[in-house]
């Protein structure tokens, strides 16, 4: 196999930029697109150049055009989709969350497992230089020991986008799903995954969480403060601090700068840019994994995908926040 034949399934600004990563790419390139609309699917197809349309999702999983499929559809349709291409013998790179709740991925992955086929959690931040670079960089005990994590993704939607499918309950909208993943993440590659207490506050509207803060206590002692919003505006940062000394990271998920501050040493910066716009490295990896036959990704692990999602159903727990798909 030497390129891996993708279709996106949607054509959203997330489809957007992945069609513009894989121009990038040496392993893979966009032989089709499918959209719920005709219209939609020939735009974006005319736009990128795809060879191949598809109105609507179950022709292009039957379809031998492709070898893999990007689920870039909200995430209320991931399970849907992902399943749908699966069954038809395809390969899933399915867009964070990868589903709404544990239930749903347990189903995704048992899926995967019946066809044969691979599926990984497109958490792309998990694979830029960056974070490489600030995993390595712990390793090192350049900080010390690890003893606290801060992260906050907070935005704010304007008034003409209140219509979005973030602030749809059935879509399963809020900023845990949509954004707090990210920071539930950066917590447990540097903290990992023994969480002795978990806290949460969050405010609503429209019946998804617009503001939610969550505490994490792990038994080594550390904390983790992590916070995410979808109409309240925050500093896009994250902080790493050690026994040691700190790493302060501008969007701490994907940092493209590391700034160390050492106890007694001052202040020094690492530039660790992407290769385009974020996503080429989790499509390359995609690849090689599907090229070599893996059951699942070594780095986006099965294990740790279901992991994040059964601790985002703790937090929604704990504030109060139920789903459509979570049934009685």
Not at 35 to 51: C, H, L, N, W, Y
């Amino acid at each position: 196999m030497e390129k891996i034949r993708f279709g996106i399934v949607g054509t959203g600004t997330i489809a957007h930029r992945f069609a513009n990563a894989i121009k990038n790419t040496g392993g893979a390139y966009l032989a089709a697109v499918a959209s719920r609309t005709k219209e939609g699917a020939q735009v974006f197809a005319k736009e990128f150049d795809i060879p191949m349309s598809f109105t609507g999702y179950e022709a292009m999983a039957q379809s031998d055009c492709i070898d893999a499929a990007y689920i870039a559809v909200p995430h209320s349709g991931h399970i849907h989709c992902s399943m749908l291409m699966m069954n038809g013998g395809k390969h899933v790179l399915c867009e964070k969350p990868m589903a709404i709740n544990a239930r749903e991925a347990k189903m995704m992955f048992e899926c995967a497992k019946k066809n044969n086929v691979l599926l990984t959690e497109a958490m792309w931040a998990r694979l830029v230089p960056g974070t490489l670079k600030m995993l390595q960089l712990v390793s090192s005990g350049v900080l010390g020991d690890i003893l606290g994590v801060e992260g906050k993704f907070c935005y704010t939607m304007d008034e003409d986008e209140m219509d979005h499918h973030v602030f749809k309950r059935e879509n399963g909208g809020g900023s845990l799903l949509d954004v707090g993943c990210y920071g539930l993440n950066f917590a447990s590659w540097y903290l990992g995954d023994e969480i002795e207490h978990i806290s949460a506050e969050a405010n609503f509207y429209n019946g998804t969480d617009c503001h939610t803060c969550v505490l994490l206590k792990y038994k080594s002692g550390a904390i983790a403060d992590l916070s995410s919003a979808t109409l309240l505006k925050k500093p896009n940062e994250g902080y790493i601090y050690g026994t040691k000394g700190y790493a302060r990271l501008e969007r701490f998920y994907a940092p493209q700068e590391i700034v160390l501050n050492i106890h007694n040493s001052g202040e020094s910066r690492i530039a660790v840019p992407y290769a385009g716009n974020g996503f080429e490295e989790q499509i390359e990896h995609f690849c090689d994994c599907v090229k070599s036959g893996a059951a699942e990704s070594p780095v986006i692990t099965h294990a740790h995908t279901l992991k994040i999602i059964t601790l985002t159903d703790t937090i929604r727990e704990l504030i109060s926040l139920k789903y459509p798909q979570d049934g009685e």
